[in-house]
C-alpha cells in the first residue's frame, strides 16, 4: 500500500516536471501545466492513474491550504483602502456575469437553479494566471491591473459564501423555516470560537512556540491550527475550506502571518498541484474531441459574457476606456475556485456528469487562452479608444463616465504658466507633488482613477480628473505653458504615448520619466524624454551607495563616484566593479578592511560612568577610538582627553568588530 502510494505520487511529479518544462518555454501558467497533466496520465489519457482516494485527500487538502494562504495574505487594512473598486466592483462583476450566464443556459434549456450556480462558476476568475502574467508584463500596479486584482480578491472571498449558497441552491427539500435558525446558531457559534481563537488561543500557542525557537515546530502547529479549524467547520456541517479560511483570517491579524504563511506555502503548492491533477484526471479528453466546436462556441461565448461584464463593471467605477477594456479581457477565463465549486454541484446533482464534462473542457480552454488573449488585448485596445476618442461623446466614454462632473470643477483651476504636470498619482507622484509643494513650484496632477481624484481635491489637493496620454487632457493641464512634465505610471506603453504626446504639444517641455526596466530608456530617449529614471537602475545607485558607506570610502568620493555612474550610465556602474579607483586616487581596495562603527550608551551603573576618556584609555585598552558623543541633543565632536562622560551619553566608536564587541561589556555591567 505505502508503495503505490508513493508510486502515484512519483508518477504525477514526473510527468508534471516534463510537460511544464514544455510549457515553461513557451510562457504558459504552471496551472494549465498540471491540468494537462492529470488529462494526460488519468483515466481517460494513457491511463497510468486513475482518480482514487489517495488523489481525492490530495486534492482536497490543497482546497483546505489554498484557503487558509489566502486568508493569512488577507491585510484587512489593505482591504479597505480598496473597498469600492473590491466591494463594488466585485460584487457587480459577480451579479452581471451570473445575469447573463442566467439568460443564456435558461434559453438553452437549463433549470433556473443549474443556471444560477453556472453563472456561478464562471464568474470566478484565475487569480494564479491573471497575476502571473501581469506580474510578467510588469503591470500589476498599472490602473488595470489593480482594477484586476480588486475583482480577484472579491473572487477569492466570494467563494467561501458561494460554498454555503450552493447546498440552499441545490435543494427544494431545504425547509428555511428549520434552516435559518440552523444557520444562525452555526454562524454564531463560529464567530465566537474564531474570536476567541484570535484573542486568547493562537497567540497564546504561537507565543509558547516562538519561544522555543524551533523552526519544525512552528511549521506543526501552522498545520494543527489550520486542519483543525478545517475539521470543526466541518464537524458542524460546513465545509472544510470555510474553517481553514478563517484559521487563515484569525493569523493575518497577529504578528505571526508572514511566518506562517512562508511555513504552509511549500505544502499549499505540493497539494493545489495534486488538485489540479486531480481535475485534469476527471476531463474526458474524448469527449473534448467529439465536441470540439461546441465546446469552442461555448468558450467564445463565455469570454464575451465575462469581458462585456468586466468592461460593464469598470466602466461604472468611472475608469476610462482602456482601463475598462484592459481589465474585462484580463478576467475573460474561468477560476482555479470554480473547480471547487463544481465539484460540490456534482455532489448536489446542479450538474450531470455531461454538463461537468463541457464545463471541465471549457475552463481549461479558457484558461489556456488567457496568456495570449491578454498580451494582444494592447493593440485592439488602442485602436479602440483612438477611434472612440475622434468624437465629441467617444471621448467621454474614453476619460470615463464621471469626466464630465469633474471637467466642471477642473474649470475653476487658474491657468498657471511655468508649472510642473504631473502624470499619476501612485507613490511616485505623491513624492513629487509634496516636494513640489514645499519648494513653491505650481503643479497639477493628472489621475484616472475618480475616487483619487475626489478624495484628494477635497483635500485641497492640484489635481485633476483625465488620462494623459490624450492631447485635449494635457492642453486642459496647460501643457503648452509648462516646464516640466513627470510621469510616475509603472505602465510602459502608457508612459510612451504621454511623452510622445506631450512633445508633439510642446516640444520644449522637460520630461522627466519613471521607467521599470532599461530597456524602456531607449524607446523613451526616442521619443524625446529628457530624465529616464529606471526603477532597476536608482536601486542598483542605492545599493552601491551603502556598499561604499559600509567599507567607510569618504563621502565626497561616493559622491563622485555616484554622480559619475548617473552621468555615464549603467554601464558605467557595472564597470566599477572591475575599475574602483577614481580621479580622487581613493580606491574600495584602500578602504578600511574589517573596521566597523557601533553607538554605544553609557548605562546608569557602568563602569565607564563619571570617567574621563584619558582615564579610561579607549585606544589603550580596548583598540578603539571614541569619535563623538551625543549628550541628549547635543552632539560632542572629538572629544578631548578631560571629558567625562555621563551615564545615558552616546558614544559613537571606531574599531575592529571583535573589539567593539568585548568593550560593549563595560558600557552595560555594574561597577566592579
Request: with cysteine.
Amino acid at each position: 500500500m505505502e508503495f503505490s502510494v508513493l508510486a502515484h505520487v512519483d508518477v504525477i511529479l514526473g510527468f508534471a516536471i516534463l510537460i511544464l518544462t514544455i510549457f515553461y518555454k513557451f510562457e504558459v501558467p504552471p496551472v494549465l501545466g498540471f491540468l494537462v497533466t492529470g488529462m494526460l496520465i488519468g483515466p481517460h489519457g494513457l491511463g497510468i492513474l486513475d482518480s482514487g482516494q489517495n488523489m481525492e485527500l490530495n486534492a482536497e487538502l490543497g482546497i483546505v491550504f489554498l484557503l487558509f494562504t489566502i486568508g493569512v495574505d488577507l491585510s484587512l487594512r489593505e482591504l479597505w483602502k480598496m473597498k469600492k473598486a473590491v466591494m463594488a466592483g466585485g460584487t457587480l462583476q459577480l451579479l452581471f456575469t451570473t445575469t447573463l450566464a442566467l439568460i443564456v443556459c435558461t434559453w438553452i434549456g437549463f433549470s433556473p437553479a443549474t443556471s444560477i450556480f453556472i453563472g456561478f462558476l464562471i464568474s470566478l476568475s484565475s487569480t494564479a494566471i491573471v497575476l502571473k502574467v501581469l506580474q510578467d508584463r510588469n503591470e500589476v500596479y498599472t490602473p488595470h491591473g489593480k482594477t484586476s486584482l480588486a475583482i480577484l480578491i472579491y473572487q477569492d472571498l466570494a467563494i467561501v459564501p458561494l460554498i454555503l449558497i450552493t447546498p440552499v441552491l441545490a435543494g427544494s427539500s431545504v425547509s428555511f423555516e428549520g434552516a435559518l435558525p440552523n444557520i444562525f446558531f452555526k454562524g454564531s457559534l463560529i464567530i465566537l470560537v474564531f474570536i476567541l481563537s484570535a484573542r486568547f488561543l493562537v497567540p497564546w500557542i504561537f507565543y509558547h512556540v516562538g519561544k522555543t525557537g524551533s523552526k519544525q515546530l512552528f511549521f506543526v502547529s501552522v498545520v494543527f491550527i489550520c486542519l483543525s479549524a478545517a475539521v470543526f467547520t466541518s464537524s458542524i456541517g460546513l465545509s472544510l475550506a470555510l474553517g481553514a479560511f478563517l484559521a487563515g483570517i484569525v493569523i493575518s491579524g497577529s504578528q505571526y502571518s508572514q511566518q506562517a504563511m512562508g511555513n504552509i506555502l511549500p505544502l499549499k503548492d505540493m497539494f493545489m498541484s495534486f488538485f489540479f491533477v486531480s481535475v485534469g484526471m476527471l476531463l474526458d479528453i474524448s469527449y473534448l474531441f467529439n465536441h470540439l466546436p461546441i465546446l469552442i462556441l461555448a468558450t467564445i461565448t463565455l469570454i464575451v459574457i465575462k469581458i462585456i461584464a468586466g468592461v460593464g463593471v469598470t466602466s461604472l467605477l468611472g475608469f476610462p476606456l482602456r482601463t475598462t477594456l484592459l481589465t474585462g479581457l484580463a478576467l475573460a477565463q474561468v477560476g482555479e475556485f470554480s473547480f471547487v465549486l463544481s465539484r460540490l454541484g456534482m455532489e448536489y446533482t446542479l450538474l450531470t456528469e455531461e454538463t461537468y464534462q463541457a464545463f471541465l473542457a471549457v475552463s481549461i480552454l479558457t484558461m489556456g487562452v488567457t496568456p495570449f488573449l491578454i498580451s494582444a488585448s494592447y493593440k485592439p485596445a488602442d485602436f479602440i479608444v483612438k477611434k472612440a476618442s475622434s468624437t465629441a461623446f467617444g471621448m467621454k466614454l474614453v476619460q470615463g463616465i464621471y469626466s464630465e462632473s469633474l471637467d466642471d470643477e477642473e474649470q475653476k483651476e487658474p491657468q498657471m504658466k511655468d508649472h510642473l504636470i504631473i502624470a499619476g498619482f501612485g507613490f511616485s507622484g505623491k513624492t513629487v507633488s509634496k516636494a513640489a509643494k514645499a519648494a513653491g513650484i505650481p503643479y497639477i496632477i493628472l489621475e484616472t482613477n475618480p475616487e483619487i481624484v475626489q478624495k484628494e481635491k477635497a483635500k485641497g489637493e492640484k489635481i485633476q480628473y483625465g488620462d494623459a496620454t490624450f492631447g485635449a487632457v494635457q492642453e486642459h493641464a496647460g501643457i503648452k505653458s509648462a516646464r516640466v512634465l513627470v510621469t510616475g505610471i509603472s505602465d510602459a506603453a502608457i508612459t510612451r504615448k504621454i511623452v510622445e504626446k506631450a512633445k508633439e504639444l510642446n516640444p520644449s517641455i522637460c520630461i522627466i520619466a519613471k521607467v521599470h526596466d532599461l530597456q524602456e530608456m531607449k524607446r523613451l530617449n526616442a521619443l524625446g524624454a529628457d530624465e529616464i529614471i529606471p526603477e532597476e537602475y536608482e536601486t542598483s545607485v542605492e545599493i552601491f551607495t551603502r556598499l561604499l558607506e559600509k567599507y567607510l570610502v569618504p563621502r565626497e568620493d561616493i559622491e563622485k563616484m555616484v554622480n559619475d555612474v548617473r552621468a555615464n550610465g549603467y554601464r558605467r556602474l557595472r564597470k566599477l566593479v572591475v575599475d574602483t579607483d577614481i580621479d580622487s586616487g581613493f580606491s574600495i581596495k584602500d578602504g578600511l578592511p574589517g573596521i566597523d562603527i557601533q553607538v554605544l550608551k553609557v548605562g546608569k551603573d557602568s563602569y565607564f560612568d563619571g570617567k574621563t576618556l584619558a582615564d579610561l584609555g579607549f585606544r589603550r585598552k580596548h583598540g578603539v577610538t571614541v569619535l563623538s558623543v551625543r549628550r541628549r541633543s547635543n552632539m560632542i565632536s572629538t572629544p578631548a582627553g578631560d571629558f567625562i562622560l555621563q551615564a545615558n551619553d552616546a558614544c559613537i566608536l571606531l574599531g575592529k568588530p571583535g573589539d567593539l564587541y568585548n568593550v560593549r561589556k563595560f558600557f552595560e555591567s555594574a561597577r566592579r
